[in-house]
């Protein structure tokens, strides 16, 4: 960091003629930052930035680090400051904090089992396991229109929404078998099912643990809110220019708003947000405003299928607006760029199985772009169980294993990771000793 700003009278003064949100003036002088056409704005590079080290106050243990450089230094200057940390490694550690990850591999270690079944997986045997979570989507409506929209053509191709007692059966044998939780999802926008607080009442009920991934355009009652173990808001835009052309809708504050009151709930709210090279102009200020909601995260990913509106762009710079509360998670902008697996088979598809509102089961959702690729069964017809275990899962369990067949038809994919690090176990030689 180790950065000041100078703000000419002349400049604060030209804001008086600039009608800003309440949004844009809280931000302050990243305003001028965000309009640079408009403002001049010199940067000069600290010949020595340390942007790791987090020197401010917000927090108990930043009070402590401060108290201690104020008795050690007569002069705290920006560069004595550096020096003293640089010297004192232990000092930076003071106010150092570890966010749990709501978004990584470490989730794995919750199921030792499930890892074991997954590293037995051979073109003879599936695992005998039920995913740890499944992807459901209740409709193939949705209020929005998306630009970079994956969903579009499978919606396409697909009935409009889930049947509600086939979905309460579906509900009840994945309980049976073992799945853990359930992520209502996208084809459409879930909360737009006609039985939508239903079904959140019954998987609740049941007593799976329950996600969902909504673009936040209808508030929730607070009971059924409160049901949630965790939201995440597919927000994807920082502005509300950027959100009218890219969602095809004027309604980014009210969606602001829907965040902010989702984080009065004890439930874990995230953000998600694929970039593009359309929304980025306000993502500091963005930023800000969500980490004041009492937003836990905000997941960035890069567009995939739409390489005309592709973005290269290091978002390190963001991370300085982490805190205990709020974390910004970047690397998913490098983990999930890889095509074909990574030359690897898939041994991660039965991590979790993707479930559209038509009831077709897909062993991978992501290679169900491709229209030639079928699903494993349907659960209007038979039991999720029957599917499971059935033939054609077996096929298309050993057609992920062949590496040949992933590096020729896998798109990116977020599973690609979860590959690797089996890979990795597979080939380490002294396995009994830590």
């Known amino acids: 960091g180790t950065s000041c700003e100078i703000i000419t009278k002349k400049a604060l003064l030209g804001l008086n003629k600039e009608e800003l949100t309440v949004a844009q003036r809280a931000a302050g002088t990243l305003y001028f930052h965000q309009n640079e056409s408009k403002y001049k704005v010199n940067k000069f590079k600290h010949p020595n930035p340390k942007p790791h080290y987090n020197v401010c106050l917000e927090t108990e243990k930043d009070l402590k680090l401060l108290e201690l450089i104020f008795k050690i230094l007569k002069n705290p200057y920006t560069d004595q400051i550096i020096e003293l940390l640089d010297s004192n490694p232990a000092l930076v550690e003071i106010n150092k904090y570890d966010s749990a990850n709501e978004v990584g591999l470490e989730k794995l270690c919750l199921f030792p089992e499930k890892i074991a079944a997954v590293k037995d997986i051979n073109f003879f045997k599936p695992d005998n396991l039920y995913p740890i979570s499944v992807e459901l989507s209740l409709t193939n409506g949705c209020n929005l229109d998306c630009v970079w929209c994956s969903d579009r053509d499978l919606r396409a191709r697909q009935a409009g929404e889930m049947d509600f007692d086939v979905l309460k059966k579906l509900l009840l044998d994945l309980k049976q078998g073992g799945t853990k939780g359930i992520v209502i999802e996208g084809g ?162 039965s991590l979790t199985t993707v479930i559209t509102a038509d009831g077709s089961v897909y062993l991978c959702g992501r290679l169900n772009i491709h229209p030639w690729v079928e699903p494993i069964g349907n659960v209007n017809n038979e039991s999720f169980r029957d599917i499971w275990f059935g033939k054609r899962r077996m096929r298309q369990s050993n057609m992920v294993l062949d590496h040949e067949f992933c590096k020729k038809y896998c798109p990116k994919c977020r599973l690609t990771k979860y590959n690797q690090l089996f890979n990795r176990i597979e080939k380490i030689k002294t396995r009994n000793f830590i």
């Open 188 to 349: 459409g926008e879930p909360t737009i099912y006609k039985y939508f607080n239903e079904v959140v009442e019954f998987i609740h009920d049941l007593g799976l643990n329950l996600g969902m991934i909504t673009n936040g355009n209808i508030r929730l009652r607070t009971s059924i809110m409160n049901k949630f173990d965790w939201i995440r808001i597919s927000l994807d835009a920082s502005n509300i220019e950027e959100y009218k052309k890219l969602k095809g809708q004027d309604c980014f504050e009210e969606i602001m708003s829907n965040i902010e009151e989702l984080c009065n709930s004890n439930v874990t709210i995230g953000i998600g947000f694929v970039v593009t090279s359309g929304n980025v102009g306000s993502l500091e200020s963005l930023i800000l405003r969500l980490s004041a909601f009492g937003v836990r995260y905000i997941q960035f990913r890069p567009v995939i299928d739409h390489p005309e509106l592709e973005l290269e762009i290091d978002l390190t710079y963001l991370k300085r607006y982490e805190h205990e509360g709020f974390t910004i998670y970047i690397d998913g902008m490098h983990e999930n760029l890889v095509e074909g697996n990574a030359n690897l088979p898939c041994k991660a598809h």
